[in-house]
């Protein structure tokens, strides 16, 4: 009955139909925030009309403006301008937030190197699976990721519960929770909406039908598979990118060194990928620390957190190509 409940009820209704319906519409290229501005704006002029004026048209020119949610999407901020220039884009990730992750920041800040992309699944706390794995496999709980342990870092979705989705593709509203829940949670904890994830489970678990939930009803734009390719070349369609490399792998740094030495007449990429449990498998702490530091000395590449490479290639590669052939 409160008129200005009503209308504060409009708007967080619109801002959040804003979060979770940007179908279609790559959400990093067409924020959110200017949607919500404009439905702000015009939803409550027609509840005016319908209401007594005086005090609506006070409260949406004094309300609105402060309610506008200022969504800020991930990797904005890599200060690269693509000006035609080749380069070489080098992402390193890791997935599912484990403890492991704390070694590998103390690793990256040790040589001041932040490009680095950690995947998290924010339905699985403190969840432990070493029992299944054969070594330590604990999450980080909520309480120390609030911490700050990823700050400084690119924190993207691993999905909210790490389940085998091609086993969902029939329920569409559930992998869209999987994967939305998990961003929306992320930004809540960051401030920053991610709009890239690590396919859970990896390749066998990746149907054309979950790309397509993913690209027609989640803001999700990049998801990364797990087949490594040992090329550079540039991912066709950036919701099943599959990697250069894996961290365990014995080609890493002949695949590496390659790409340094590797003549740059059009844009190259080095995709690399792992999890934090593997350094206890093949107790390689000291092999990755010397992969850290050959990639923060390097010359000639130009490191980018998995979000800043969707956000400079957004234009130009894309998330979803619909398959045509029946
Ligand atoms: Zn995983």
Redesign the pocket.
């Known amino acids: 009955m409160n008129i200005k409940r009503m209308i504060s009820l409009i708007l967080s209704v619109t801002a959040l139909l804003c979060f979770v319906s940007c179908s279609g519409e790559p959400a990093a290229t067409e924020p959110a925030t200017d949607d919500t501005a404009t439905a702000a704006t015009e939803e409550p002029t027609t509840t005016e009309e319908e209401t007594t004026e005086e005090v609506t048209t006070e409260e949406i020119t004094t309300e609105a403006p402060e309610t506008k949610p200022e969504i800020v999407y991930a990797g904005l901020e890599s200060g690269i301008v693509r000006d035609g220039t080749p380069r070489k884009y080098f992402c390193l990730c890791f997935?599912?937030a484990t403890q492991q992750d704390l070694k590998i920041i103390e690793m990256c800040k040790k040589y001041n190197y932040y490009d680095v992309t950690f995947?998290i699944?924010t339905g699985l706390y403190g969840v432990d699976w070493t029992a299944g794995v054969g070594v330590p496999h604990v999450r980080f709980t909520k309480k120390e990721v609030q911490s700050g342990i990823y700050d400084g870092f690119d924190l993207a979705s691993?999905t909210l519960n790490?389940l085998p989705l091609d086993q969902y593709e029939s329920n569409p509203k559930k992998v869209k929770s999987e994967l939305e829940t998990d961003a929306k949670n992320i930004y809540k904890l960051t401030g920053i909406y991610p709009v890239v994830m690590?396919w859970?489970?990896?390749d066998p678990n990746v149907t054309r039908g979950l790309m397509k939930i993913a690209y027609e009803q989640t803001s999700i734009r990049l998801a990364r598979g797990t087949t490594s390719t040992h090329k550079f070349d540039l991912p066709k369609e950036l919701l099943w990118l599959q990697p250069t490399a894996e961290i365990s792998e014995a080609t890493l740094f002949n695949d590496f060194q390659r790409f340094l030495d590797a003549e740059c007449t059009e844009d190259m990429l080095f995709f690399c990928w792992g999890?934090g449990y593997e350094l206890d498998i093949y107790n390689s702490y000291d092999r990755l620390e010397k992969f850290i530091k050959m990639i923060a000395e390097a010359e000639g590449i130009e490191r980018v957190t998995v979000s800043e490479f969707y956000q400079l290639f957004k234009d130009e590669i894309p998330s979803y190509i619909e398959d045509t052939a029946e």
């Open positions: 997935d599912d995947f699944s691993h790490h690590a859970p489970g990896g999890h």
